[in-house]
Structures are given as C-alpha cells and as structure tokens.
T-cell receptor
Framework: KTQVEQSPQSLVVRQGENCVLQCNYSVTPDNHLRWFKQDTGKGLVSLTV?????DKTSNGRYSATLDKDAKHSTLHITATLLDDTATYICVVGDRGSALGRLHFGAGTQLIVIP | DMKVTQMPRYLIKRMGENVLLECGQD?????MYWYRQDPGLGLQLIYISYDVDSNSEGDIPKGYRVSRKKREHFSLILDSAKTNQTSVYFC????????????FGKGTRLTVV
C-alpha cells in the first residue's frame, strides 16, 4: 500500500509562473520529510528537510511546509525556470536514525515551457 | 567533493547471467543503501548496510545480495538475472544518525533480456 501520495502526477507551467506540489502521507511515525529534485537520468538531490510538527523552510526559489497533524507537505517553486524541469520526490523518514526507513513518493513530473 | 559514484551507468544482460553493480562514496559515510526505481513507483529499498559486513534486507531483497568489505564500497549482486529485475538502480549513502542528508548516485540502468 502506497504510504506517500504526491499530486499532481505531472504539471506543465510557463517559465516565470509559480507552482505548488503536494504530498500526503500515512507513514507513522513521521520523523522528518524531505523533498528531492531528480533531473532526467540523474540521481536525487535534496532540496530541503522539514522536521517540526508545523514546519516551514525556504531555499532560494523553493519553499516548503509541513503539517504533521494533517500529514501533509507542500513544495512551492517561485518564478520557475526552464532548469526546474524535473521530477520532484517527497520522502518521509519514520525515524531519526539510519535504523528507520525512508518512504518515497512516486514523484511529480514538472515541465517548464518557454 | 561529496560524491556517490555508480558503475556502470548502463548495462544490458541476458536472463540467467550474473550482474555486479558497484557503488563508491568519498564521504566516509557509515550507512549505504541500494534502491530500485520503476516507473510510477517510489524508490524501493533492496538492502541497507550500516557499516562493513553489517548488512540488512530491505523491503525487496529477493533475488539480490550485497557485499560491503570496505566502508567506501557497496556492491549489489544479481545471481542469475531475471527480466523483472530490469530497472534503474540507485545507491545512496548517509551518516548514521538523525535526519541526516542522504546522497544519491546517478543510477545504473539495467536491462535484462
């Protein structure tokens, strides 16, 4: 059973527009949540990690929120660039140690067009 | 330069052949992972290694085995590859504690024909 659901599956935006990616999960316990960017044919690169019960982070044009009560996270990308074209993957860690498991969503494929 | 390196990047094997996927990291991370990624699915954990010769099965270990004789190297072995093992395989590494960052390699695309 999928424990991390991402929406939308895919998204097309014009360069310069903003977009929001959603992540809902049922993983318990939920120690932390991380967003990764995966360029086509490449590995995953961490964008941000959220830890607190209600958390917010900001990393340049990327900002994220986490609400552990709702088991929900969002990733906002502001003023998209063509290089933002990638798959964005939401990952929930069930423990604060390597003994825990990482639970991966299937990703949202973002395509930025000129 | 913090890096996880996977070799080879692309591999085509016949059903029944043995497959060796290699992974190296230069960060002295204790923990290393092997995942596979299939279309429409999240990454699935095959094996996790907590340090040299300290390996544990992940969620889908059947058909795979691993070897970690040095901290910086972690190998994934498929004895007698099957067509359903066609996938993209990712190696990753991390420090052992907390919500520490996980570093991924670029992946190995394995096709079993």
């Amino acid at each position: 059973k999928t424990q991390v659901e991402q929406s939308p599956q895919s998204l097309v935006v014009r360069q310069g527009e903003n977009c929001v990616l959603q992540c809902n999960y049922s993983v318990t316990p939920d120690n932390h949540l991380r967003w990764f960017k995966q360029d086509t044919g490449k590995g995953l690169v961490s964008l941000t990690v959220l830890v607190d019960q209600k958390d917010k982070t900001s990393n340049g044009r990327y900002s994220a929120t986490l609400d552990k009560d709702a088991k929900h996270s969002t990733l906002h990308i502001t003023a998209t660039l063509l290089d933002d074209t990638a798959t964005y993957i939401c990952v929930v860690g069930d423990r604060g140690s390597a003994l825990g498991r990482l639970h991966f969503g299937a990703g949202t494929q973002l395509i930025v067009i000129p | 330069d913090m890096k996880v390196t996977q070799m080879p990047r692309y591999l085509i094997k016949r059903m029944g052949e043995n497959v060796l996927l290699e992974c190296g990291q230069d960060m002295s991370h204790e923990t290393m992972y092997w995942y596979r990624q299939d279309p429409g699915l999240g990454l699935q954990l095959i094996y996790i290694s907590y340090d040299v010769d300290s390996n544990s099965e992940g969620d889908i270990p059947k058909g795979y085995r691993v070897s970690r004789k040095k901290r910086e190297h972690f190998s994934l072995i498929l004895d007698s590859a099957k067509t359903n093992q066609t996938s993209v395989y990712f190696c990753a590494s991390s420090l052992k504690g907390g919500n520490t960052e996980v570093f991924f390699g670029k992946g190995t695309r394995l096709t079993v024909v």
